[in-house]
């Protein structure tokens, strides 16, 4: 008797998508078979995976033309691949709608996956017809989905006061599994005798506080700011680093594959999650690099929105700004390179032992068993 088959479907390119590929690999775990649809948005790397990744051309890499060209090629694919015996796992808001209409054509269940609160996201700041697009296609399905999950707890409670659907919380933390790279491949700068590194790593946009980052490094001495990632903004900030003269102590890193990330985070002294509030997507996040940085053993200097700030205070693994001014961001990174790691070290391990994708695991399957396979 054949497995039921998970089709998913995300935006990305996917070779960088960790919390799709856990969810993937929690899945084939539970017995499920699997086909994911990604895209060529931002590069179109090669994919090895044990099942198949269908790969959707997509010519525009920016604007509403990229979501509506992205939206029409995923429905007709859905619609040739889904069988009557399929389930349909969207990723975010921006594929909920073709998912859910071959839903309904093809008479599958479907689950959701809110990484965000889509509709709140930052890049809608001032554009009120974008995110009235976003929030019709949000409040029309969303109280008709069964099954759905989201990362954190604030986003849980937005979801539940907004459209009275109360989604199970996923966290996307790191797997506690072994790395499968032994080397690091990467080309890393230079490090002198005594000199310390800070780390951000994640998609280079605005509200990241990426800006701030940089323009602290004007006050810190005998340290380098490795950026690692790639995205919209990358170009103006590293203009930014040359306009304030940073840029040798400012590195861009690019894109890096999950398995080399897990041997470079490490090597760091202080890892930097600095998220502006932007919105209610960004006021309730909690980023995975606050979990990488907690993983690789690294204390952490985060923002003061809620759930990041909690998180960091409840644990003691490291500390929070109260602003995003410059000064003061550099003051505390003098202050926590001054410390050192070993005072966070306890905690830090404390950290790891709770956020981390075998305990998320469980409440995934818990979601899951609701369909006719033995997990």
């Not at 797997?175 to 890393?188: A, F, G, H, R, Y």
């Amino acid at each position: 008797m054949p497995k039921p088959k998970i089709i998913t479907s995300v935006i990305n390119n996917y070779e960088g998508d960790q919390r799709v590929q856990k969810v993937c690999g929690s899945l084939q775990k539970f017995g499920f078979d699997l086909e994911v649809v990604a895209t060529t948005v931002r590069g179109n790397p090669k994919h090895s995976f044990s099942y198949p990744v269908h790969v959707l051309n997509i010519k525009r890499q920016a604007g509403m033309g990229l979501y509506a060209e992205f939206n029409w090629k995923l429905f007709w694919k859905l619609l040739k691949i889904t069988s009557k015996k399929d389930i349909l796992l969207a990723n975010d808001v921006d594929a909920l709608l073709p998912n859910y209409l071959v839903s309904k054509i093809k008479g599958v269940p479907l689950v959701f996956d809110s990484h965000e609160i889509f509709s709140e996201a930052p890049t809608l700041h001032n554009r009120p017809f974008r995110k009235k697009v976003w929030k019709s296609i949000e409040s029309f399905i969303l109280p008709k989905v069964k099954y759905f999950y989201t990362v954190s707890n604030g986003y849980a409670n937005w979801f539940e006061k907004e459209y009275g659907k109360k989604a199970v919380i996923i966290r996307n933390v790191p797997t506690i599994s072994p790395n499968l790279d032994s080397e690091i491949k990467v080309q890393l700068p230079e490090i002198k005798p005594g000199e310390k590194v800070l780390i951000y790593q994640g998609v280079i946009n605005f509200s990241r506080g990426i800006d701030k980052m940089i323009e602290a490094m004007q006050f810190v001495e005998n340290a380098q700011l490795w950026i690692i990632g790639n995205g919209p903004k990358k170009a103006e900030f590293e203009s930014l680093s040359e306009k304030l003269q940073v840029n040798h102590k400012v590195k861009f890193l690019g894109s890096v594959p999950p398995s080399q990330l897990k041997l470079i985070t490490p090597k760091a002294d202080l890892g930097l999650s600095l998220e502006e509030d932007y919105g209610i997507s960004y006021r309730y996040a909690l980023p995975n690099k606050i979990f990488d940085y907690t993983h690789a053993g690294i204390p952490i200097l985060g923002t003061y929105l809620p759930e990041i700030k909690e998180t960091i205070e409840e644990f003691g693994i490291g500390k929070t700004i109260s602003k995003h001014d410059p000064k003061e961001i550099s003051e505390l990174i003098h202050i926590m390179l001054a410390e050192g790691k070993e005072p966070y070290q306890e905690n830090l391990t404390k950290a790891a032992n709770e956020f981390n994708w075998e305990n998320e695991e469980d409440k995934l399957r818990g979601i899951y068993s609701d369909f006719k396979v033995e997990i």
